[in-house]
């Protein structure tokens, strides 16, 4: 439903009053001074205003929302007017939302590999912030005004959403809006995975995937909260300088180097805790990095998002290379192997919200501070996927429910005309390329065949005085 339904409802609360105009006068006549034409002058305009401020308040709210209309590429993702203000249950919050976190799991939703988001059509979103416009029955702890952030297993990505008032946390002075819709999924997945799992402790060493991203930033800045603690990291070898601000304390780049060799080189008994995201045969490689002791925290299938689409390879290879083991390995090995998925912690709001009140304690005490890489409006939610999934950010990638302006609505369609441009100036280079190769390959052919050739005149010469002889 779009808003331009609002009107034609307005019109027919209208027509359903002048309808009902008669019967709701008063039974005294007017004075007879009064003329009639003065009195129906009167009527028709006092008519249509009553009715227009009877119109439901429901019926002509309107609000934007994202929408994952089917699986597929980027732009199965689209924005949508939504129409009617959402109900609210007892024990329920109304959120007019400022801010939403993009997180991996939102990219793996897209194509269908995330469960924990139903079919399509419907609005993703797992964290978002704002402020709180209405309180249902029964809530004692929120109130109208409240600046908080959100946690909810999908439908955040709109500009209101209703969601349990157990699921916020007030927002602390001093946080932005944009900060605050970083931090629930990213610094709740790091923390309980180094502190409920891997019981972090002093002089103790950690490997951080993907440590340029979101949860990798938060894992990091908590490591830093433990003394002596030493944090190996990979990442692209663009982001090193920046992760070693941040305090990873030996960065790797994994598309050049084995990290695997990088750490032993380092460490050589191995590491306490891992942090894998990956699965696959990464998972493998990780319970074989760990000493005796180590702890070993998977949290993602990261190896399966290849391309804007399901790739079936990818999931494929993924299952193949599975990690499983015995128990009698582990016994043996003396380490331990843990599974954490917040997206499966939703109903556990005491254990969350424990771990949100440390985070946010640290936060007032300087010791984390989410990074944000950039904003993007609504309408650009595309990019901004393609911008994650190409593993091209370096901390927290977050939506604005801000409208966009509508210079830079104008500057949209220049930008894909560029874009376009250079993707067919890099086909006919890559033409050019191929045409330069195959006249090269004539060339040499033709060089190959020079030789024959000669050898070919020479055998004709030799054949000559045989001949003559004959």
């Not at 009053?17 to 005294?28: I, L, M, S, Y």
């Not at 109304?94 to 469960?115: I, P, S």
């Not at 302006?405 to 560029?418: Q, T, V």
Request: hydrophobic share 35%; aromatic share 6%.
């Amino acid at each position: 439903m779009s808003g331009e339904d609002a009107p034609a409802q307005q019109q027919n609360a209208v027509d359903q009053k002048q309808e009902t105009k008669p019967a709701e006068e008063p039974k005294t006549e007017s004075p007879k001074t009064e003329s009639a034409p003065a009195a129906a002058a009167e009527a028709a305009a006092t008519t249509p205003a009553a009715a227009t401020e009877k119109v439901p308040e429901e019926e002509a709210f309107t609000y934007r929302a994202l929408v994952l209309t089917g699986y597929g590429g980027y732009d199965k993702v689209k924005l949508q007017v939504k129409k009617g203000k959402p109900a609210l249950k007892a024990g329920e919050v109304l959120v007019r939302v400022k801010a939403c976190g993009l997180n991996f799991a939102d990219l793996m939703a897209r194509q269908g590999l995330y469960d924990r988001l139903p079919s399509p059509p419907v609005t993703p979103g797992m964290e978002c912030s704002g402020v709180v416009e209405a309180v249902g029955e029964e809530v004692t702890d929120r109130k109208v005004g409240d600046k908080v952030m959100v946690l909810n297993r999908f439908g955040l990505w709109q500009e209101v959403a209703v969601v349990p008032a157990t699921h916020t946390f007030l927002i602390p002075e001093g946080m932005s809006f944009e900060e605050a819709a970083a931090v629930p999924v990213n610094y709740i997945t790091a923390y309980m995975m180094l502190f409920d799992f891997g019981n972090l402790r002093p002089n103790q060493s950690v490997l951080v995937h993907a440590a340029a991203g979101g949860v990798g930033i938060a894992a990091t800045q908590l490591c830093k909260t433990v003394k002596d603690v030493t944090v190996f990291g990979t990442a692209s070898a663009n982001k090193h300088e920046t992760i070693s601000q941040g305090g990873v304390t030996h960065p790797i780049d994994y598309r050049t180097k084995d990290y695997v060799e990088e750490v032993r080189k380092i460490s050589p008994k191995g590491l306490d805790i891992i942090l894998d995201p990956l699965g696959g045969s990464d998972t493998h490689k990780a319970y074989n990095l760990l000493k005796p002791m180590g702890k070993l925290i998977t949290y993602g299938t990261a190896n399966m998002l290849a391309g804007q689409k399901k790739n079936l390879l990818a999931v494929a290879k993924n299952w193949y290379h599975q990690f499983s083991i015995h128990t009698l390995s582990l016994i043996q090995g003396n380490k331990s192997v843990c599974g954490f998925h917040l997206g499966y912690l939703d109903g556990e709001t005491e254990l969350i919200t424990q771990a949100m009140n440390a985070i946010l304690d640290l936060y007032k005490q300087g010791k984390v501070k989410p990074r944000i890489d950039s904003t993007w409006h609504l309408e650009q939610v595309g990019d901004a996927m393609r911008k994650m999934q190409e593993r091209n950010n370096i901390g927290k990638m977050v939506l604005t429910t801000e409208p966009m302006p509508e210079e830079e609505k104008k500057e949209e369609p220049k930008k894909e005309d560029k874009k376009d441009d250079k993707k067919k100036d890099d086909k006919k280079k890559d033409d050019k390329k191929k045409d330069d190769a195959k006249k090269e390959e004539k060339k040499d052919d033709k060089k190959k065949e020079e030789p024959k050739k000669e050898e070919k005149k020479e055998e004709e010469k030799k054949e000559e005085p045989k001949k003559e002889e004959k």
